[in-house]
């Protein structure tokens, strides 16, 4: 067993605090990874709290993990010491249903083992990447090329990929216009990805404080939610609109923003229910839907698109000390954008 250093909520209404975990022993198809760098994502936030339910604490989560393999199993043949290596969302599966076997492990029958908050199969319960090494076999374990800074890339382990998967699901590219609400961790990779898609984007944001920013980042129109003139001017204009807000926001007003047969994909998780009438779907036989993060190999494939293209995250780096501070300012939306924690400052 190797013991590590961590950030760890104590409960749902305390700020973490320093404490240490665990790590079992380096199994024939392990990899022990030295973290790095760890992306704090809104859902680490919504985890930590409780609002989505069932949570054990004290519980460290993290699922943005960047870092190097400090030792491999006997068995290993993906990795090797040295090599620069991401984890995200998930550390394993059942691998022999229908969509572990379609490369769809996000979606496995049985459930996904989860980075943190879940039943490990030696049974303890999963920690994440607000600690300084972690454990995971080698096939849930992601390559990070060279030519993307391992800060900038740990995102991309939740962050790239779930906005990365819908898009490409859906079609984006060249001649497809697509609207990316909410200007966060998800939204500017949503936008950067978009744009590299070659798809028109355009942002849609509480206020335009941040239209600099999103224009930069590859967005060619920004506007305002706050200003009821937006929901009349883009009126039936989007094949996509994607949702990266956190909490409820009015759904049938972004669904009138859809042309003929144009999807509202939520990736958005908060954890009361929208509210949809269905005459704004009928209307325009438009979809109402849902994707969740992605498989392993799209995962790679979209880690190799970055790299190809030079686009990591917007980060700004911060030591472990400022965590409970970050949570505060990504309530605030004051992300840009996204919180990543230098995980050398976890000891102590
Ligand atoms: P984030 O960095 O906090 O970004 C969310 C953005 O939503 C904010 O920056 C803000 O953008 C906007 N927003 C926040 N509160 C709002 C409100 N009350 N009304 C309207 N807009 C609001 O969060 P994130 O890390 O990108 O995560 C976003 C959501 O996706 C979370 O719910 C998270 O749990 C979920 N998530 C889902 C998956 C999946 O697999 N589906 C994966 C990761 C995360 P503006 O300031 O531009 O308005
Ligand atoms: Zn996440
Ligand atoms: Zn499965």
Not at 24 to 51: A, F, N, Q, W
Not at 115 to 124: I, L, M, Q, V
Not at 166 to 193: F, N, T
Not at 241 to 258: G, P, Q
Request: with cysteine; charged share 20%; net charge negative.
């Amino acid at each position: 067993m190797l013991t590590v250093n961590a950030y760890a909520a104590p409960s749902a209404t305390e700020p973490l605090v320093p404490t240490t975990f665990e790590r079992r022993d380096v199994g024939p198809r392990d990899v022990l990874i030295d973290i790095k760098y760890c992306g704090i994502c809104h859902s680490d936030i919504h985890t930590v709290r409780g609002e989505w339910g069932g949570i054990e604490y004290p519980l460290a989560p993290g699922h943005e993990i960047a870092g190097i393999v400090t030792e491999v199993g006997s068995e290993v043949t993906r990795h090797a010491v040295g090599d620069r290596v991401g984890v995200g969302c998930m550390v394993n599966s059942c691998r022999e249903c229908v969509n572990c076997l379609k490369g769809e492990e996000q979606y496995c029958v049985q459930g996904n083992i989860g980075t943190y908050n879940a039943t490990d199969r030696d049974g303890t319960t999963t920690q994440g990447g607000y600690t300084s090494a972690v454990v995971v076999d080698e096939d849930f374990v992601l390559r990070i090329p060279e030519g993307v800074d391992l800060a900038a890339a740990a995102p991309l382990l939740c962050a790239g990929i779930t906005t990365y998967s819908p898009l490409r699901h859906w079609g984006v590219g060249e001649g497809k216009k697509v609207a990316v609400v909410g200007l966060g961790g998800l939204g500017h990779m949503g936008v950067k990805l978009a744009h590299a898609m070659g798809a028109e984007v355009t942002v849609l944001s509480q206020s335009l404080k941040k239209q600099e920013d999103g224009l930069r980042l590859g967005a060619d129109h920004y506007y305002a939610t706050s200003d009821p003139e937006t929901f009349k001017e883009l009126a039936g204009r989007f094949d996509l609109v994607l949702n990266t807000v956190s909490a409820k926001i009015d759904v049938n007003a972004y669904l009138k923003l859809l042309a003929v047969g144009g999807a509202l994909v939520n990736v958005g998780a908060p954890p009361e229910p929208l509210e949809v009438n269905v005459f704004t779907l009928l209307n325009n036989r438009s979809s109402f839907a849902g994707s969740m993060i992605g498989g392993i190999a799209e995962t790679q494939e979209m880690l190799d698109f970055c790299a190809e293209r030079g686009i990591g995250a917007e980060v700004e780096v911060i030591p472990a000390s400022k965590i409970n501070e970050a949570y505060e300012r990504v309530m605030n939306s004051d992300v840009r954008y996204r919180f990543v924690i230098d995980n050398s400052t976890l000891a102590g």
